[in-house]
């Protein structure tokens, strides 16, 4: 048990070293920017998502916002909570969330997450 908790802090220590959040080719952890906005997305056919983020980047047609790993493929998350703890792990802090109700009958509503750069 010891065992698996050592390794298991390793990782964890190993991961807010790198401290990577990748948007388009991008590292927003090296730019002067203190406030992101997070929206998450359902991928077509699968149960996990893509997280979009706005750091007040210029929006470009062909070009996504969403989190890329260190391969350069979009980062799917389990879910908007597997996310946030993505962003935390990576120094960013919840600050506020809000909704942007469906515009059509049937439509789902959209939850924004702002995060702030610790």
Do not use: C, H
Request: aromatic share 10%; hydrophobic share 45%; net charge positive.
């Amino acid at each position: 048990m010891k065992k698996l908790f050592l390794l298991a802090s390793f990782v964890v220590m190993g991961l807010g070293a790198n401290a990577q959040v990748i948007v388009e080719e991008t590292n927003i952890n090296e730019l002067d920017v203190k406030f992101v906005e997070l929206v998450g997305r359902n991928k077509v056919g699968f149960g996990k998502i893509k997280i979009i983020v706005d750091y007040g980047q210029e929006l470009k047609i062909f070009k996504s916002q969403a989190i890329r790993s260190a391969d350069g493929t979009k980062a799917a998350f389990n879910s908007m909570i597997d996310g946030l703890n993505f962003m935390e792990a990576n120094g960013w802090d919840f600050v506020s969330n809000y909704v942007i109700p469906a515009t059509t009958e049937g439509g789902n509503n959209e939850v924004r997450y702002i995060l702030r750069k610790r």
